[in-house]
């Protein structure tokens, strides 16, 4: 069983050192997309109300082990204590001076934010001894610790694992939130249950669709990794996005839904384009004649065509549960973002359960104009949700349990 904030016991007076995932996208010294950071926030006002001292931590980017002004958490302080309306003083160390100066000063329900744990070697190291030694230094900070960064609950880093053994340690609102979420859809799915996958990498999800396809009524594929399927049934596609090695595979995903008389469905029209870019021209071809488009062999697919959309739409309208993971074109580009707004749109009728699962596709939703409260709920965690629905055992989960 999960530890959770509930049974963590008097909290006046603690130091609380709290693990949020506020890897937002930023456009300059802003938050782009403060989705994560509001996420967080019911965790942050219960440990403040009850007059905790609340030290928070978290990773943003990849700045490799070392500062980085580009990786900043100062935007994400600055968003926060707007979000919050109460002051959140920043550290612009980990566990340096200007740390240790800032907790000195807090007192009973004030917050602060730590510069990025990323600037630090220790917390992504390979190296266990200096993810464990880093994480004593956060320990030193803390009479407890929870873990509410459900983006990063997958990864053995150390102020996700290493740091859960050295305090008392409990999971965050936002954790309990997510995993009762996607309990729900590992164990008791309301059906017709349809997942959709997309995005850009068919390997990084080749263990999802393995797991899913015996449980799921309708498995949806698009983005880059319909080409490699594409492929498995024998069709060119020029130059779009294909994983030759996982061909083979994903033959064998199309030969079990057939036999399980699941309907896995592959899209029979794309958009093409001459290049991968925003202003490239482009054109509607049926999926087995992407090569006859008029790029010929350098087309590349960028979406999924309009008919697949409505026949997706149509799927996802009439089914009782729904996950969806990985926009269905480049949604960044606004000629090639039909097919993922397509997808959303149908997404935000379902009368069921709907989840958008993390990472791009949360903030394509958001992006392309969707109220958050058209969803069951949209996880902040695409990785960690994924690796969940996969069966895995995630390792910042399992140091929680009792
Ligand atoms: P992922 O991180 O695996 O969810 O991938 C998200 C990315 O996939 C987005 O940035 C999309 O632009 C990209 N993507 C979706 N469809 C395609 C496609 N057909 N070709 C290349 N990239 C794509």
């Not at 980085?68 to 994400?76: A, E, I, M, R, T």
């Not at 009728?349 to 903030?363: C, I, K, M, P, W």
């Not at 058209?374 to 055992?393: D, R, V």
């Amino acid at each position: 069983m999960l530890r959770t904030i509930k049974e963590a016991g008097e909290l006046r007076g603690k130091r609380v050192l709290l693990r949020c995932d506020f890897n937002v996208p930023l456009d300059g010294d802003r938050v782009a997309d403060d989705g994560r950071i509001r996420a967080a926030i019911p965790t942050i006002e219960h440990l403040a109300k009850a007059g905790a001292r609340v030290i928070i931590v978290s990773h943003l980017g990849r700045p490799d082990g070392k500062p980085d002004p580009k990786f900043s958490l100062l935007p994400v302080a600055k968003r926060l204590a707007d979000l919050l309306g109460q002051r959140v003083s920043f550290a612009s160390d980990t566990v340096g001076a200007s740390a240790h100066q800032n907790l000195q000063q807090l007192k009973d329900g004030d917050i602060a934010l730590l510069e990025n744990l990323r600037f630090n070697e220790g917390e992504a190291s390979k190296d266990d001894s200096s993810r464990g030694a880093f994480a004593e230094q956060l320990a030193a900070f803390a009479d407890l610790f929870i873990s509410d960064g459900f983006g990063v609950v997958h990864r053995k880093q150390a102020s996700v694992y290493e740091l859960a053994k050295l305090v008392p340690s409990y999971a965050g609102f936002l954790v309990e939130k997510e995993l009762e979420i996607l309990q729900r859809l590992s164990a008791s799915a309301d059906r017709p249950y349809t997942v959709i996958l997309g995005g850009s990498k068919v390997s990084d999800k080749l263990g999802v669709i393995e797991h899913l396809l015996p449980k799921v009524d309708r498995l949806l594929i698009g983005g880059g990794m319909l080409f490699t399927f594409l492929s498995a049934k024998g069709f060119k596609v020029g130059k779009s996005l294909l994983e030759t090695e996982q061909v083979e595979k994903v033959r064998g995903f199309i030969e079990q839904a057939k036999n399980l008389g699941i309907s896995l469905e592959i899209p029979s029209d794309v958009v093409v384009a001459s290049r991968f870019a925003a202003d490239a021209e482009f054109e509607v071809v049926d999926a087995e004649r992407i090569e006859d488009s008029r790029f010929g062999v350098d087309a590349i697919g960028l979406d999924i065509g309009p008919r697949t959309s409505a026949k997706f739409a149509e799927l996802i309208s009439s089914s009782k549960t729904v996950f969806w993971n990985g926009p269905m074109g480049v949604f960044e580009f606004p000629n090639f973002a039909s097919g993922t707004k397509a997808v959303a749109q149908a997404l935000s009728g379902v009368s069921g359960t709907s989840v958008v699962g993390g990472g791009d596709s949360a903030s394509a939703v958001r992006e392309l104009g969707f109220s958050e409260n058209a969803f069951t709920h949209i996880s902040t965690g695409g990785g960690a949700s994924l690796e969940f629905l996969e069966g895995k055992s995630l390792p910042g989960l399992e140091v929680l349990n009792d």
